[in-house]
């Protein structure tokens, strides 16, 4: 470890410091994704900055901002806003459970001013930072099996259930997988993991009939079999795959991909962005920007285990879980290995919210490198 | 002061942790290099067969249709021909709100309001997934006009198309007809195999005549454009190496000559009635009207239901074609076939019948329309007595002089390669015997009606001038032909025919009683050419319009209410002495045959033999020059 740049107490908390300990590779890889994101934006618009490429750009500049200062906000600060941020999103899902607006014939959106808020997105860093901060004060045998984990078994369960009923199904499982995963990082026996897993195979063919709506089921028949409705939710699959096969080891080219360019592609900016820069940059763009991903998930994995604080880690490894999942979700979505669901690939697809909160994540793992040897009271 | 109150633990949770996240970093790149395989099997594996479904996208062929043959006279005159057409299409779907649209584009262009009720109606039927033509025949103006409001016409492209026009309106619109747009029972009519081509927006096919009957010739085959399309089948870009070019569709050569034709058209003006020319030695057809006619380009656009009534309704019929259609009773016309059946069966000509205007026989008195007194068989054909063929007819008997007229083409549909032809009849006992099974045996009463072409017999003009051709052929029995050529690819000729089984005197005979008949006969105050030595041959006819009640019988009804008045026929050949044209006129309710028709051949036949150069050089004789010099420019 390189602790020659201090030289002595109180040294680490100028912000000068702070700034030469922020992880700087991070940043780039960030910017990197974000910028080939631009990049794509552009060519599917047709070469152009609107409607998408220039307001990604500019939002990523404003959260890049925006992370680097969060990056340096001292960990005690994150951790004592940990239970206040997670109340605040579940309280704006229940809201939107009642007065939501509707988009697509979902309740995800909530209007507060001019504002558009989507506290799925919220709620995602809140159960980080709040599962983040119950295992902090919790022994490692409690960890492994005890009562105490029905406390982060609601934390998880309760906006899981609300964003499920939004219905917003891809995001729910998002937000239980990663707090499942949290919960096994933080040290759940690996034998109530297993009989979890097992149960989960054993629940969801059962919710798959009795639990899901029309179009979810519809959705998840689609994607086993899209054939068999080809113009109908098989056509989302179909032409993804279309779009990444036809790209081939180089791509077509910058602005040269026809099923982007002509519309074939639907969702083309946002979920499936992917394959829009699959048809255009080939194997070798999707290969590199893959890598890239990689990258962000060590770098993330590397400062949770550097961390000196259970909160750091668990915070951390939690951010690093929900990247993580997204990609890998979204990747197999859109290459016809899962079903269509409304992830987004992280800084690559165009949308604020997502952006938003994902950045503020990557600030958490900031603040955690730099305040990495903090210990970090329990009240 | 900071410090965790669970510091023993400390160790054991850090521990616990690095193993986790090394597993779920693990796990991770797992699943990112099964991301990555999946795109090795997509981008690798499988890219050729994705690309291809790409283009499968990407690209779209639109049929571009060919542009139809030409129509031709025997000079090469164009008698119908293509014109650039811009219009409007509408693709129709489940969400386009046509009323909405249509109320946009009157805006734009002039529609009127049974403009547009038609426009819906035809949106309406037309065949599923066809884009509809709403709006033809705009003006630059209007084009460029709506072209730049598109954005605000959902479903509205503007296109240059080809649209049929007739030159000459309506002289050729029975022979040539015209073509209109294809309806669904069409589409349905042609099978499973329809042609694409027919669901075009806009596309026409032959409903009439020529332009019916070979429309498959003039068709051609439809190309294709290799066009982008976006997802909602809008077209992005051309891609001209991609396109496959159409096939023409052949010219076809007509044997009419259209400066006969329109003569004919002119001569007609608002008289109702047929004039049919050939040339009496090849056959060619070179002159069919009907008149009066009607334009074919109404026809091509579209007819309101108020401009079609007006058509259908009219008395004078504009929508038949009387030359093929309208069989009458070829009057006195057929004297001649009687004739020609009497000299053949050794009947003297030098016979000689006296006329009182009156006949008794059989129990009942027989008209004439003179008192003509003493005649032989020249003179009752020059001056057309009804009493001496009554006995001429009576002496031969009806089947001999039925096999006449069969030979001379009366009874027979002739193939000239358009449809709607009537037979006619040509009755002999035969005939009675098959159809009339309560009184199966001609009667010796009919044969005198036989004798001057009243009774069951009927004819249509195309016929007559059949009949006069091998009259004045003598030779060949000569077939009509009207379509010269497909393409490259000449018809057989009408003189390639069987020979007239008749004596060549005996048919002398008959055509020098036809130039009788214009000599000093019936026809002589109507039926002068006045063009030096060429002079017409001909015989008048007067067909009977309707039974003519009691005191009326043995009048003519050449005058009183048009529509009771009788037909008048009038066969011609000329020149007189060396035959090449030969004619046959109809003026429907006419009234005396030589009056109402002689005068129509006369100024139609003038046409053919002053375009003829070899008869020009007989009527213009050239003028003596003293000195070739003079009147030389110096």
Same mark, same amino acid.
């Given at each position: ?379 | ?38 795109? +090795? ?26 542009? !139809? ?26 969400? @386009?709100?046509?009323?909405? +649209?249509?109320?946009?584009? =009157? ?6 309001? %049974? ?68 309806? $669904? ?48 089948? !809008? /077209? ?21 000559? *259209? ?12 008289? *109702? ?8 030695? *090849? ?16 026809? /091509? ?21 009387? =030359? ?8 006195? #016309? ?46 009752? +054909? ?9 006995? #001429? ?35 002999? *006992? ?6 009339f099974p309560k009184d199966p045996v001609w009667h010796a009463g009919? @044969? ?19 009949? $006069? ?19 490259? /690819? ?12 008749? =004596? ?6 008959? !055509?020098?009683?036809?130039? %009788? /008949?214009?000599?000093?006969? #019936? ?25 003519? @009640? ?66 020009? =050089? ?13 009147g030389a420019p110096t």
């Amino acid at each position: 470890m390189t602790v020659s740049a201090i030289r002595g107490p109180g040294e680490r908390e100028r912000l000068v410091v702070k700034l030469t300990q922020i992880d700087w590779t991070l940043c780039l890889l960030l910017t990197a994704i974000a910028g080939i994101g631009v990049v794509m934006l552009y060519s599917i618009a047709g070469g152009a900055w609107s409607p998408w490429a220039g307001r990604h750009l500019i939002l990523y500049g404003l959260c890049f901002v925006l992370m680097i200062a969060l990056g340096t906000v001292d960990l005690r600060v994150w951790f004592a806003l940990a239970y206040p941020v997670y109340g605040l999103g579940l309280l704006m899902l229940l809201a939107v459970a009642v007065v939501g607006h509707s988009t697509m014939g979902a309740q995800r959106w909530l209007d507060i001013g001019p504002v558009r808020i989507q506290p799925s997105e919220i709620i995602k860093i809140g159960l980080v930072l709040a599962l983040a901060r119950f295992y902090h004060g919790l022994s490692a045998a409690r960890a492994r099996w005890s009562w105490w984990l029905l406390v982060p078994a609601v934390l998880i369960g309760a906006p899981a259930a609300l964003v499920a009923h939004q219905p917003d199904l891809g995001t729910a499982v998002l937000i239980a997988a990663t707090g499942g995963l949290m919960m096994a990082l933080a040290g759940l026996s690996l034998r109530v993991v297993g009989i979890g897993l097992l149960g989960l195979g054993a629940v969801v063919p059962a919710a798959f009939f009795f639990a899901l709506k029309a179009y979810q089921r519809a959705r998840l028949l689609t994607f086993l079999n899209p054939e068999a409705d080809r113009s109908g939710a098989g056509y989302h699959i179909i032409q993804s795959e279309i779009a990444l096969g036809s790209g081939g080891m180089l791509g077509k080219g910058l602005g040269l991909g026809t099923q982007s360019q002509l519309n074939f592609l639907p969702e083309k900016s946002t979920d499936f962005i992917f394959a829009s820069m699959a048809e255009e940059l080939g194997l070798l763009g999707c290969a590199t920007v893959l890598l890239l991903y990689g990258a962000v998930i060590f770098v993330t994995l590397r400062t949770a285990a550097i961390a000196h604080s259970h909160f750091g880690r668990l915070a951390a490894s939690g951010v690093t879980i929900s990247f993580a999942l997204c990609v890998l979700i979204n990747g197999a979505m859109v290459m016809g290995l899962a079903p269509v669901v409304g992830v987004p690939m992280p800084l690559l697809s165009f949308g604020g919210t997502v952006m938003i909160t994902m950045m503020a994540g990557f600030a958490l793992v900031l603040s955690v490198r730099v305040h990495r040897y903090s210990e970090v009271t329990r009240g | 002061m900071e410090s965790s109150i669970f510091l023993d633990e400390v160790n054991e949770r850090q521990a616990l942790f690095q193993r986790r996240a090394f597993l779920f970093g693990g796990l991770a790149g797992a699943g990112l290099l099964a991301l990555g395989g999946r795109l +090795i099997q997509l981008q690798v594996i499988e890219a050729s067969r994705y690309q291809l479904l790409s283009e499968h996208n990407e690209f779209e062929f639109v049929l571009s249709p060919p542009p !139809r043959g030409l129509i031709l006279d025997r000079n090469g005159v164009v008698l119908a021909s293509n014109r650039p057409d811009f219009r409007l299409l509408l693709a129709k779907d489940e969400t @386009t709100d046509v009323d909405a +649209i249509l109320a946009r584009l =009157a805006q734009l262009v002039p529609l009127d309001d %049974a403009h547009l009720s038609r426009l819906k109606d035809e949106i309406n039927d037309a065949p599923r997934k066809a884009p509809v033509a709403i709006v033809e025949d705009m003006t630059w103006e209007e084009f460029s006009r709506v072209n730049v409001r598109a954005p605000e016409l959902p479903g509205v492209t503007a296109d240059m198309g080809e649209v049929r026009v007739y030159p000459f309106s309506g002289a050729f619109a029975h022979v040539v007809g015209y073509v209109a747009k294809v309806s $669904a029972k069409d589409v349905t009519a042609t099978g499973p195999n329809a042609d694409p081509i027919m669901l075009n927006p806009g596309f026409r096919i032959g409903k009439q005549g020529v332009e019916k009957a070979f429309d498959l010739d003039l068709r051609g085959k439809a190309g294709a454009r290799k066009v982008e399309v976006d997802v909602k089948g !809008r /077209v992005v870009r051309q891609d001209p190496r991609g396109d496959i070019p159409p096939t023409p569709g052949s010219p076809i050569r007509l044997t009419l000559d *259209s400066d006969i034709q329109n003569r004919a058209l002119d001569v007609f003006g608002e008289d *109702s009635g047929a004039a049919v020319m050939m040339d009496c030695r *090849s056959g060619d057809v070179l002159c069919l009207l009907s008149a009066p006619s009607f334009d074919a380009n109404q026809f /091509v656009k579209g007819l309101t239901a108020a401009e079609y009534r007006a058509l259908a309704e009219y008395e004078r019929k504009p929508l038949f074609n009387k =030359a093929l259609t309208a069989n009458y009773p070829p009057g006195s #016309t057929f004297k001649t076939m009687v004739a020609l059946a009497a000299l053949e069966r050794g009947f003297d000509p030098s016979r000689v019948f006296v006329c009182n205007r009156v006949w008794n026989w059989g129990g009942r008195p027989w008209h004439c329309d003179h008192a003509h007194g003493a005649l032989d068989m020249r003179g009752a +054909i020059a001056k057309s007595c009804d009493i001496y063929f009554y006995q #001429t007819a009576l002496a031969v008997g009806p089947d001999h002089i039925a096999a006449t007229a069969r030979k001379f083409g009366l009874g027979e549909i002739h193939d000239i390669g358009i449809p709607g032809q009537k037979p006619g009849l040509v009755p002999d *006992s035969e005939y009675k015997r098959r159809n009339f099974p309560k009184d199966p045996v001609w009667h010796a009463g009919e @044969t005198p009606s036989l004798g001057i072409g009243q009774g069951y017999v009927s004819v249509n003009a195309l016929q007559l001038c059949v009949m $006069a051709s091998r009259l004045a052929n003598g030779v060949t029995a000569v077939k009509p032909r009207l379509v010269h050529s497909i393409g490259e /690819v000449a018809q057989p000729s009408g003189a390639q025919a069987p020979g007239l089984p008749f =004596a060549p005197e005996h048919l002398e005979f008959v !055509r020098s009683a036809m130039g %009788a /008949v214009v000599e000093f006969g #019936t026809a002589a105050r109507y039926a002068q050419l006045n063009l030096g030595p060429i002079r017409m041959a001909g015989k008048t006819g007067t067909a009977q319009s309707h039974n003519y @009640t009691g005191a009326a019988q043995g009048e003519h009804g050449a005058h009183g209410a048009w529509a009771l008045r009788d037909h008048a026929w009038f066969i011609a050949f000329a020149p007189h002495d060396a035959p090449r044209y030969a004619m046959s006129v109809l003026v429907e309710h006419g009234g005396f045959g030589a009056e109402a028709s002689a005068p129509k051949a006369v100024e139609i036949m003038r046409v053919a033999l002053l375009k003829d150069p070899e008869i020009r =050089a007989r009527i213009v004789q050239p003028v003596p020059r003293d000195d070739p010099a003079v009147g030389a420019p110096t």
